[in-house]
Each structure stands twice: as C-alpha cells, then as structure tokens.
C-alpha cells in the first residue's frame, strides 16, 4: 500500500524514527499497535490517564470511541 | 509455524529435540493450563501436607496463582502488540512466554526511551522445576525463551533490548541472562530487570 502523508507529518515521522532508532515503517507499525491497544481498551470502558509523578499531576485523555 | 530445538532432558543428562512455537494462541494457552493446572495444585498440596503453611507454599512457588488462560485474552482480542512463544515436548508444553511489543521502553542510558520487548510473563512447566518435582524432566526452558524474545527484540529493530518486573524467585534466572537492575526502579512489589542490546548480543553469542 502507499501511505500518503503531509510534510509536517512525514517530519514527525522522521523526527521519531531517529529519537527512537527505529525505520519508519517500525515507528508506524508501534502507533498502529498502540492505537488499537487504546481502541479496545476504550470500547471496554476504560479510560486513559497521563500521571507526573514528579509534579503530582494526573489528566485523562479523553478519546471517542 | 514451529521449528526444531534442543532442551536439556535431565533425567538422560543429554540435550532432547523439542518443538518452538512462535505464535502460539489462546486455544493452546488452554490447553497448557489444563496440563499445568493439576501439577501445580498437587506440588500446592504436598507442601500444606508436610505442614508448610499457605503463606510458606506462596512463598515457595511464587507464580503459583498463574492462570494462563485468563492471560490468554489479548490474543483472543488480537491486539497487535502481544505476541506468545512456547515450547512443546513429550506431547505437552514446556513452556511459555508472552511478550508485548509496544508500551513499554528502556529504562538504560544509553537507551533510555527507546522500545524493547517487555516480558508479560514466563514461565517453564511445573514439572521442570524443583519447588514442584522432586525430579524435574527438562531444563534450558527458561533460557530457549529468552533467546526467543530477544531475537524478536532484534526483528523489531528494538536491538535486542528487553525488559520486565520480575518475582523475587525468579531474580536469580534474569541475573543469569545478564540483565541489569538499576537501583530504586520497582513496581507491584517486583524489582525491574532490563538486558541492554549489548548483553542481548552477549547472552546470544554464549548460547550458540
């Protein structure tokens, strides 16, 4: 398949791909992953949190299923 | 697909042919839960008989409340990140390792950040281990998964990094597959182990 993406996104990709020191077909192949663990999770009425322990901070992402 | 292995039969003092699976599902989790359920409830009896006490047979055998078949859910929901790996011998299975592929990263510097191979669970059967079998039947088990999880670490362009929380027993295991546990990193009580992609190398260059 061919996978069409705008500039700003093709350079998060990249930018990803280098920090991470995966190929960019990885970097897509782990969002994929993540998206359908966080989709099927959510479906089963879960919800998600981003926690700083450091500033004791605790914020739910709110995400339409 | 499976291929063959070699397992160390105890009882032959000699290595045995066995059969990797690399993609094992929840119908054959079910089935090694069925063959392994009954032998870790016997060994749980004999040690209450000889008077050890229920806090004593949790001690001893820590994984002892493992239940493969509830693990077996996110094969079932075919979640993408979780992959299982077993070994079959003698017509049953002698081991079992579930691995995610996508939440969890290194903790190490120099790869703080980057993604590894993070190990659910493992587990060899009841009857390949001492605090279960007065004569366990077969060894390597527990080192032929871990080659199978850093070679998948490797296919994933992760470098053979791997990490994972693990029971106190078991700790002696990991120090043997030459992962690191940094200070102060902890959770649910078990200590975190990680094995960098240099030690990856390492501990599959000794086993060839």
């Known amino acids: 398949m061919t996978l069409n993406l705008t500039e700003p996104e093709m350079k998060v990709l990249t930018q990803l791909a280098e920090r991470k020191e995966l190929s960019k077909t990885a970097v897509l192949r782990q969002a994929l992953r993540l998206y359908q663990m966080v989709s099927i999770r959510i479906d089963k009425g879960e919800k998600l949190y981003f926690e700083n322990e450091l500033e004791k901070k605790k914020s739910e992402l709110v995400m339409l299923s | 697909m499976s291929q063959e292995i070699l397992i160390w039969d105890r009882a032959a003092s000699s290595l045995a042919p066995a059969r990797f699976h690399e993609d094992v ?20 009896q004999r040690l209450l008989s000889s ?3 229920p806090q004593d047979v949790f001690r001893l055998i820590q994984h002892l409340h493992w239940d493969w078949l509830r693990k077996a ?3 079932r929901e075919g979640l993408l990140s979780v992959r299982c790996f077993g070994i079959e011998a003698e017509d049953r ?9 996508a939440a969890h990263s290194a903790e190490l510097e120099p790869d703080r950040g980057k993604p590894l191979a993070y190990v659910e669970f493992l587990e060899s059967a009841p009857w390949n281990l001492a605090e279960m079998s007065d004569a366990p039947r077969f060894g390597l088990i527990g080192k032929r998964l871990m080659e199978a999880v850093i070679r998948q670490s490797i296919e994933e362009g992760f470098g053979g990094r791997v990490g994972l929380l693990a029971l106190p027993q ?10 690191a546990h940094p200070d102060g990193l902890a959770k649910l009580g078990m200590n975190w182990y990680e094995l960098t992609g240099k030690n990856a190398g390492e501990f599959l260059g000794e086993r060839q």
């Open chain 2, 25 to 44: 599902t929840a119908d054959q989790l079910a089935e090694a839960e069925s063959q392994w359920k009954p032998f870790r409830q016997a060994a749980a």
């Open chain 2, 51 to 53: 008077g050890s006490t």
């Open chain 2, 73 to 75: 859910q996110p094969l």
């Open chain 2, 93 to 101: 299975w002698q081991g079992l390792v579930m691995v995610e592929l």
């Open chain 2, 170 to 179: 078991a700790e002696p295991f990991y120090q043997d597959c030459h992962m």
